[in-house]
């Protein structure tokens, strides 16, 4: 990050905090959305396997279950790069290929994605799953990936989202403050972190306000497609 842009301490708290629930993330995640993310992350891999990239930067690459995901349906790919603030998270995630995908060429970086350590247009393919809400300077870090993305690159966002249907949002509503909380509590030991959750969902902007911000970021013809009622977004465009 350029040293002048000013912080509210929001990285720090972010890191410790995945650092601090990093054993416990993928089973906690699997219950809270009873396995459904698999199939998110599976249709996101889909759409960026169509464009047939050879390089991918998996961004706040967390335990690599995207990346993973992307291996496996991406017949062209050379290379894969996962960056993550959390030593914690890219330690599982290192564990976890070794184990499920041992011939995959993943290589899992600690950085911040506010300053991405690449080259301009490095990348064919850039793609994240559940982490840009987590950005303390959103604009920025899409920006960042843009530069990294080669002219006629894309990228692939996948987040959550707040479902639009009245009905499912008074579902999703009980669900998230209720439910998820729970399971911070019971499985990760952690509340907070699961408390912090949902309010994070209801601050990202979403649906066409984050499409204008790809747009402005620098990407072209960016496009959303809702998950599961809204409950998840892909967020997708060219550049
Ligand atoms: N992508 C993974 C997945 O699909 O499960 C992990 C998602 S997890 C909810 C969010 C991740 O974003 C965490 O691993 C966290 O450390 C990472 N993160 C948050 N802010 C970051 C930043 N500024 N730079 C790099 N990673 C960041």
Redesign the pocket.
């Known amino acids: 990050m350029d040293q002048a842009t000013p912080t509210t301490g929001k990285?720090e708290r972010?890191?410790r905090m995945?650092d601090g629930i990093a054993d416990r993330?993928d089973f906690a995640?699997k219950l809270m959305t009873l396995g459904i993310?698999r199939l998110w992350?599976r249709r996101t891999a889909r759409w960026v396997a169509s464009h047939s990239p050879h390089k991918i930067l998996?961004?706040?690459?967390?335990?690599a279950?995207?990346s993973m995901e992307l291996t496996r349906q991406c017949p062209a790919l050379e290379q894969i790069t996962g960056?993550?603030?959390?030593e914690g998270?890219l330690q599982k995630g290192r564990e976890k290929i070794a184990q499920k995908a041992p011939q995959a060429n993943i290589q899992l970086e600690q950085?911040?994605?506010?300053a991405l350590p690449y080259k301009e247009e490095s990348f064919d393919a850039v793609v994240?799953?559940?982490?840009v809400r987590?950005?303390?300077h959103l604009a920025q870090?899409l920006e960042e990936m843009c530069r990294v993305t080669r002219p006629g690159g894309v990228i692939a966002i996948?987040e959550l989202s707040v479902p639009r249907n009245p009905i499912l949002r008074c579902g999703y509503t009980l669900w998230t403050h209720t439910f998820i909380p729970l399971v911070g509590s019971l499985f990760a030991h952690n509340r907070g972190a699961y408390n912090y959750l949902p309010r994070s969902v209801r601050q990202v902007p979403q649906y066409e306000a984050f499409t204008k911000m790809l747009l402005e970021a620098g990407y072209g013809k960016a496009e959303y497609k809702a998950f599961s009622g809204g409950i998840a977004t892909l967020y997708y465009a060219i550049k």
């Open positions: 990285t972010i890191r995945f993330y995640n993310d992350r998996d961004v706040a690459v967390g335990t279950d995207l960056v993550d603030i959390s998270m950085a911040n994605c506010e994240s799953s559940f982490g987590n950005f303390e870090g996948l």
